[in-house]
């Protein structure tokens, strides 16, 4: 009997335990971004390394001072760099340096605690004053400036977006690269060798706010730079037209290469001058944002010229970052499409052959 009643006990718990309720289902949760916002530091000592997924890709890694090899943000690290730059172009050749580059290398840089620029060239390749080459995608509008101010405005924010969807909140945007004579050409261009074009700094500003505003969308207090070459010069006069025009900008980024003039002693001086006077003039901040010494020429002398110039704008209280640009490369590395071009390997770079930090780099510290 008791046999009995427990088999019926124990039949009667199944039962219930069978007949219960199932839960209510879980309600999904968007998955946490990868990484989260890095504050700007007080003054950036950045490096520009958009570059590295391709040499990487090649098979180049990095090492410590101790020799150990590690992921190249962490050598940086160890050298003083807080800062990463990355340009954006829009189709470019293998994807380097295209949206999906630029993401995964900016993850890389935030999770290793690095403050992040972003540098728009609005090409499918370098951007500079020798060329503002249309991406071959937007080609079909080259003369149709509303159109062309729309492409500016959808590749800045679809980039933007995919930064932010991975949680990588930029630091500074650079609209444009090096545009002293305007960018998108013939569709921003502000002069030619005939003179200077009509209307050209107004078609200018409209694509220099179109990027602004798209940018300002995404990531409201994220400041905007306006980048001209030949930080040496009096670059007042450049500002002052592209402002009058109604072109917009919170900051300015000025690119310094000491060594290709005659004298680097004075260059260095003149661009600390320059550097001081843009700031008062335009009460803006002033952020170097490319600059390269000629390491394999003499590493001792490009130190030397690196770090002076490092000490003195170190000094201005509105000058709020410098970043060497491709500091990875060692003289001797080219990108593949270097060679598809005939153009020599870049030889301002600031390592070795071995992925080791030269004296160039002790200027960030």
């Known amino acids: 009997m008791k046999t009995t009643r427990l088999i019926l006990a124990v039949a009667t718990l199944l039962a219930t335990a069978c007949n219960c309720s199932k839960p209510d289902p879980v309600t999904p949760v968007d998955p946490e971004p990868e990484v989260k916002p890095v504050p700007a530091p007080a003054f950036a000592k950045g490096a520009d390394i958009s570059w590295v997924s391709e040499m990487e890709k090649g098979g180049r890694t990095f090492q410590l001072k101790s020799g150990a090899k590690a992921d190249i943000m962490d050598v940086l690290k160890e050298t003083g760099v807080n800062a990463i730059r990355l340009r954006v172009w829009v189709n470019p050749t293998g994807g380097w340096s295209g949206k999906d580059d630029v993401v995964k290398l900016a993850i890389r840089a935030?999770?290793?605690?690095?403050a992040l620029m972003v540098d728009f060239h609005y090409s499918d390749f370098f951007a500079d004053p020798s060329r503002q080459t249309i991406p071959a995608a937007w080609e079909a509008d080259k003369n149709i400036l509303d159109k062309m101010a729309k492409h500016v405005s959808d590749h800045t924010t679809e980039v933007l977006?995919?930064?932010?969807?991975?949680g990588v909140t930029p630091n500074w945007v650079q609209v444009g690269?090096?545009?002293?004579?305007g960018m998108l050409w013939p569709a921003g261009q502000l002069w030619t060798e005939s003179g200077n074009i009509p209307d050209g700094r107004a078609h200018f500003a409209q694509l220099l706010n179109a990027g602004y505003e798209a940018v300002k969308a995404v990531f409201p207090n994220c400041p905007v730079l306006a980048h001209v070459d030949n930080a040496y010069a009096d670059n007042a006069w450049w500002f002052e037209q592209i402002g009058n025009a109604g072109g917009k900008f919170d900051a300015i980024a000025l690119s310094h290469y000491p060594q290709t003039q005659p004298d680097?002693?004075?260059?260095?001086?003149?661009?600390?001058?320059?550097?001081k006077s843009l700031?008062?003039?335009?009460?803006?901040?002033?952020?170097?944002?490319?600059?390269?010494?000629?390491?394999?020429?003499?590493?001792?002398?490009?130190?030397q010229v690196l770090s002076e110039f490092m000490t003195e704008v170190k000094k201005i209280t509105q000058c709020?970052?410098?970043?060497?640009?491709?500091?990875?490369?060692?003289?001797?590395?080219?990108?593949?499409?270097?060679?598809?071009?005939?153009?020599?390997?870049?030889?301002?770079?600031?390592?070795?052959?071995?992925?080791?930090?030269?004296?160039?780099?002790?200027?960030?510290?």
Do not use: H
């Open 161 to 166: 977006k995919a930064l932010q969807a991975a």
């Open 264 to 275: 680097w002693k004075k260059c260095n001086a003149d661009a600390v001058k320059q550097i």
């Open 110 to 114: 935030a999770k290793a605690g690095m």
């Open 279 to 303: 700031a008062a003039k335009f009460n803006k901040d002033v952020i170097v944002s490319e600059v390269g010494v000629q390491t394999p020429a003499n590493e001792t002398l490009a130190a």
């Open 177 to 181: 690269n090096e545009t002293r004579n």
């Open 320 to 365: 709020k970052g410098v970043f060497y640009w491709e500091p990875e490369v060692d003289g001797k590395w080219k990108p593949a499409v270097y060679g598809s071009l005939g153009w020599n390997a870049y030889d301002m770079g600031a390592f070795t052959t071995e992925g080791r930090a030269t004296s160039v780099m002790e200027a960030f510290k």
